[in-house]
């Protein structure tokens, strides 16, 4: 079986993870760094975000208390800083590189005061507490998961959700086939794999958007808000 479907170039799990860790340890703990040189576009990125979550927090479809919210794939804590903290009491960040997080600490200024937790491990490996989070969001990191661990990480996330709350995935999609990126060891899927991932981890699409205003080189971006 394919470690990701779709994606024969992927054969080893091993050096998927590995390839992927040596390339995050060399770039710099900057917007930039976090963007792929792109920092330019963080603005217009967390003004699509917060319009697409503010529909769960307020009006006819509110569901997420503003209590609690996640941080996957973290950084140094840009979605956190710039999304998250202004509207959760508390934010967790979770990321694979310590360099990002002991960044975070600074880059978060004031507000790191009600970071809650900073988990250092891969989404692979991230074992949460059950119903403790409102808002799980997850965002340009999936694609550095294997299919098996995409599923047990959402498995993850799903009992780890409370009441009403939701995981939001935001990452690029590919048109036609999976593509592998050999220098960040990543792959960007395609909406058929990605339906086939929340399927077996037993998620339902709630929501989707695509994001606008990117430049036009980038892939499609779309977030999406999973329930179980
Ligand atoms: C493109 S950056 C996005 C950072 C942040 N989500 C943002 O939007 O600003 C990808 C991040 O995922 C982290 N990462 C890569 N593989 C990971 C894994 N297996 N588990 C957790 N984080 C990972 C990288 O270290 C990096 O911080």
Same mark, same amino acid.
């Given at each position: 079986m394919e470690l990701i479907s779709g994606c024969s170039k992927v054969t080893s799990e091993e050096e998927f993870y590995c390839k992927a860790d040596e390339y995050w340890k060399n770039i710099p703990s900057t917007l930039n760094g976090m963007l792929g040189g792109y920092g330019h576009i963080s603005q217009i990125d967390i003004r699509g975000s917060y319009t697409f979550l503010k529909r769960f927090l307020e009006g006819p479809g509110a569901r997420v208390k503003p209590n609690r919210a996640l941080d996957c %794939?973290?950084?140094?804590g840009r979605v956190a800083k710039h999304l998250l903290l202004p509207i959760f009491k508390t934010v967790d960040l979770a990321e694979l590189n310590s360099n990002f997080l002991e960044q975070a600490r600074t880059y978060l %200024?004031?507000?790191?005061?009600? &970071?809650g937790n900073y988990y250092c491990c891969g989404l692979q490996d991230l074992k949460l507490k059950e119903k403790s989070y409102d808002l799980i969001w997850v965002q340009w &990191?999936?694609?550095?998961?294997?299919d098996a661990h995409f599923v047990t990480f959402l498995n993850e996330c799903k009992s780890a959700l409370r009441k009403g709350g939701l995981i939001i995935i935001k990452d690029n999609v590919a048109i036609l086939e999976v593509e592998l990126d050999s220098d960040d060891s990543s792959v960007t899927r395609n909406p058929e794999e990605l339906r086939h991932i929340y399927n077996t981890a037993n998620m339902k699409i709630l929501f989707e958007q695509k994001q606008t205003h990117?430049?036009?080189?980038l892939y499609n971006v779309y977030m999406t808000a999973l329930e179980s």
């Amino acid at each position: 079986m394919e470690l990701i479907s779709g994606c024969s170039k992927v054969t080893s799990e091993e050096e998927f993870y590995c390839k992927a860790d040596e390339y995050w340890k060399n770039i710099p703990s900057t917007l930039n760094g976090m963007l792929g040189g792109y920092g330019h576009i963080s603005q217009i990125d967390i003004r699509g975000s917060y319009t697409f979550l503010k529909r769960f927090l307020e009006g006819p479809g509110a569901r997420v208390k503003p209590n609690r919210a996640l941080d996957c %794939g973290a950084g140094i804590g840009r979605v956190a800083k710039h999304l998250l903290l202004p509207i959760f009491k508390t934010v967790d960040l979770a990321e694979l590189n310590s360099n990002f997080l002991e960044q975070a600490r600074t880059y978060l %200024g004031d507000a790191s005061s009600r &970071v809650g937790n900073y988990y250092c491990c891969g989404l692979q490996d991230l074992k949460l507490k059950e119903k403790s989070y409102d808002l799980i969001w997850v965002q340009w &990191v999936t694609g550095h998961l294997t299919d098996a661990h995409f599923v047990t990480f959402l498995n993850e996330c799903k009992s780890a959700l409370r009441k009403g709350g939701l995981i939001i995935i935001k990452d690029n999609v590919a048109i036609l086939e999976v593509e592998l990126d050999s220098d960040d060891s990543s792959v960007t899927r395609n909406p058929e794999e990605l339906r086939h991932i929340y399927n077996t981890a037993n998620m339902k699409i709630l929501f989707e958007q695509k994001q606008t205003h990117f430049p036009p080189e980038l892939y499609n971006v779309y977030m999406t808000a999973l329930e179980s």
